[in-house]
């Protein structure tokens, strides 16, 4: 048992829907060493909790978007919020989006400390300062947990994917975001791409940035080819970023029998739509909407899989990748951020950002001429790679052991 027995666990929706399910897998490994974890989510509704977690796992209610005083708040903290500005005006490469948008983001620190003082007496009071304070996400609870840290010394840790902190990626900003780095005490990115970016963007910080991979669990492996047909998965949302439209484009220059999978819906289904129909008659598809991932685990369990490919323009280190090689089923990905980390030559076939559709059809013509003994090959690397670099319980020991203890 860890000697930390409580581990305060900040997540989005963890709760109410499947969004976080992969958040499960990690809580189920942590509770095995803490004596009490409490999950936050910012937004929650205990009634409706998806999930079966074990007994000394709990999930508490706390509204984030309470009303409060502002006048009283701007009176209480005037030395906390001349801090934060003053410190992110000298340091922030972006003067000028503070002081042309003063109000807006004067208003989003007023609530920031509202949330703050809640956050004491709500949670620190009750918990104490020397239990762990970890955030799944480089996200907004890690802004309220610096402006905490200001007045009680607890200690923060956090992790941060891609589109937490790559603003030029995401199109996103992230108000006060100097002043959050320096108050968090560990940042742990997930892939060796964030590691770097934060590091030269914020080089104050660099002790406290350190990679540590995600994981998912052993589930098995992928059964053998016994049709003639090709079968390749993608997995994600469809929305702009993912491009899952380019799919089509891609098998559009396949000849033989292939059936291609989708999981997943979002905004551009229609787009995709339109797309599909121009397939040619030996290109069949399947799109399967938003599934539990249960269901996507089930699906590689039990049916054949010779390909899963994601071209997306921006990603972190993919979890639908993951899984795919935890299978060994080899993947296709663009080399965006830290694609390549998970993508290599022990996996698949890592392609341009920019690629030309015709060429990445050649890559899967080729692998689909290629022996059965290439193949298996190939198939046995990718899960020796995942057993290497992203086995859940792997990396949960490590994230434990060198940072939740």
């Not at 989510?41 to 984030?64: A, H, M, S, T």
């Not at 929305?239 to 891609?250: C, D, F, G, T, Y």
Request: charged share 20%.
């Amino acid at each position: 048992m860890s000697q930390t027995s409580v581990l305060i666990f900040f997540a989005e929706e963890f709760s109410t829907s499947k969004a976080e399910q992969f958040i499960e897998h990690e809580l189920i490994f942590l509770s095995n060493h803490f004596e009490k974890i409490v999950v936050i989510p910012i937004r929650n509704n205990i009634q409706d909790c998806k999930y079966i977690l074990p007994e000394n796992v709990q999930i508490q209610d706390f509204e984030i978007y309470k009303p409060y005083n502002r006048i009283r708040q701007i009176f209480k903290n005037s030395g906390l919020l001349f801090k934060v500005v003053g410190h992110q005006i000298y340091y922030s490469e972006n003067k000028l989006k503070y002081f042309s948008k003063f109000s807006t983001y004067f208003n989003y620190l007023l609530h920031a400390c509202n949330v703050a003082e809640r956050i004491q007496n709500e949670v620190i009071l009750k918990y104490g300062v020397n239990v762990k304070y970890y955030s799944y996400w480089f996200n907004i609870w890690v802004f309220y947990l610096s402006l905490v840290k200001d007045k009680s010394n607890i200690k923060i840790i956090t992790r941060a994917h891609g589109g937490d902190y790559d603003e030029s990626q995401t199109k996103s900003f992230f108000p006060f975001r100097s002043f959050q780095m320096k108050h968090i005490d560990v940042i742990l990115p997930v892939s060796k791409y964030g590691e770097n970016y934060l590091k030269q963007k914020y080089p104050f910080t660099t002790a406290r940035i350190k990679n540590v991979y995600l994981g998912v669990k052993n589930m098995g492996n992928n059964p053998e080819n016994v049709g003639d047909v090709f079968t390749m998965v993608s997995c994600s949302s469809i929305i702009p970023l993912k491009r899952v439209a380019l799919i089509s484009q891609i098998l559009s220059g396949v000849k033989f029998k292939l059936n291609w999978i989708h999981f997943g819906d979002g905004t551009g289904t229609n787009e995709l739509l339109n797309e599909i129909k121009k397939l040619p008659c030996n290109v069949t598809f399947e799109l399967k909407g938003h599934v539990p991932n249960e269901y996507v685990i089930d699906f590689y369990r039990k049916n054949h899989v010779d390909l899963v490919i994601n071209v997306s323009e921006s990603e972190g280190v993919p979890v639908s990748l993951m899984e795919a090689i935890s299978f060994g089923i080899p993947v296709i990905g663009t080399n965006v951020c830290g694609v390549p980390e998970i993508v290599t030559t022990e996996t698949g076939f890592l392609i341009p950002k920019d690629f030309i559709p015709a060429e990445v059809s050649e890559i899967i013509i080729e692998y689909a001429k290629s022996s059965p003994e290439n193949k298996l090959k190939l198939r046995r690397s990718a899960k020796e790679y995942w057993r290497n670099k992203f086995d859940l319980e792997r990396n949960c020991e490590m994230l434990k052991t060198n940072y939740l203890n």
